[in-house]
C-alpha cells in the first residue's frame, strides 16, 4: 500500500512538472514573440519615417523642376498622385505599394533633368537632388533593417513549437517584406 502511494504521488509530481514544462515552455516563446513582433512595428516605424523625409522633399523638387519643364504635367501628376497615396497610406502593405508608385513617377521626374540643361545646372536642382540620394540611402538601409526584423519574427512563430503556441496566442506571419518595386527595376522611359 505504501508502495502505491508512493508510485501514485511520483506519477502527480512527473505530471506537474510537465505541466509546467509546457506552460513555461508557452510563456516564453509567447514572450519572445511579443518582444519580435513589437521589433518589427519598431522598424516599421523607421521605413516611415524616411519615406515620410522623402515625401516632404518631393514638393520642393518638383517646384524647381517646374520651373524649367512646365509642359510636363503628367509627370508632376502622377507624382502628385503618388506622394499622396504614400502619405494616406495606412499600413505597411498600403505604403509598399504606393512607395513602388512613387519610385515609378520619381524616376520619371529625375530622367526630366537630362532633357532641360539649365535645370541639370540648377544648384537648387543639385542639392535636392542629393538630398533625395541620400534619402534613397536611408530608405535602401531600414528597408533591409525591416526586412531581416521582420524575417527573424516569422521565422520564429512558424518553428516548431513555436507554431502551436503562436497559434493559440494568435500570432500571425507579419505583413509582407519591403522589396525594390517593379517600377525601380527598370529605367524610365521619358518621350517629348
Do not use: C
Amino acid at each position: 500500500m505504501r508502495r502505491g502511494l508512493w508510485v501514485a504521488i511520483g506519477i502527480v509530481v512527473v505530471l506537474v512538472l510537465v505541466v509546467l514544462m509546457i506552460f513555461g515552455s508557452y510563456v516564453s516563446a509567447k514572450n519572445q514573440m511579443v518582444a519580435k513582433q513589437e521589433s518589427v512595428h519598431e522598424e516599421w516605424s523607421q521605413v516611415d519615417v524616411v519615406l515620410q523625409r522623402r515625401a516632404d522633399l518631393i514638393p520642393n523638387l518638383v517646384s524647381t523642376v517646374k520651373g524649367y519643364a512646365t509642359h510636363e504635367e503628367k509627370v508632376f501628376d502622377d507624382i502628385a498622385s503618388a506622394r499622396s497615396a504614400l502619405l494616406n497610406a495606412h499600413d505597411p502593405d498600403g505604403k509598399i505599394k504606393a512607395n513602388g508608385q512613387l519610385d515609378g513617377a520619381l524616376g520619371r521626374l529625375l530622367a526630366l533633368s537630362e532633357s532641360y540643361p539649365n535645370l541639370k545646372a540648377n544648384e537648387n536642382f543639385l542639392q535636392l537632388q542629393d538630398q533625395l540620394e541620400g534619402t534613397e540611402n536611408r530608405i535602401a538601409v531600414e528597408r533591409h533593417r525591416y526586412n531581416d526584423t521582420l524575417r527573424d519574427y516569422n521565422t520564429f512563430i512558424r518553428q516548431f513549437p513555436n507554431s502551436i503556441w503562436a497559434g493559440m496566442a494568435g500570432f500571425q506571419p507579419d505583413n509582407e517584406y519591403f522589396e525594390a518595386s517593379e517600377s525601380s527595376k527598370t529605367a524610365p522611359v521619358v518621350k517629348f
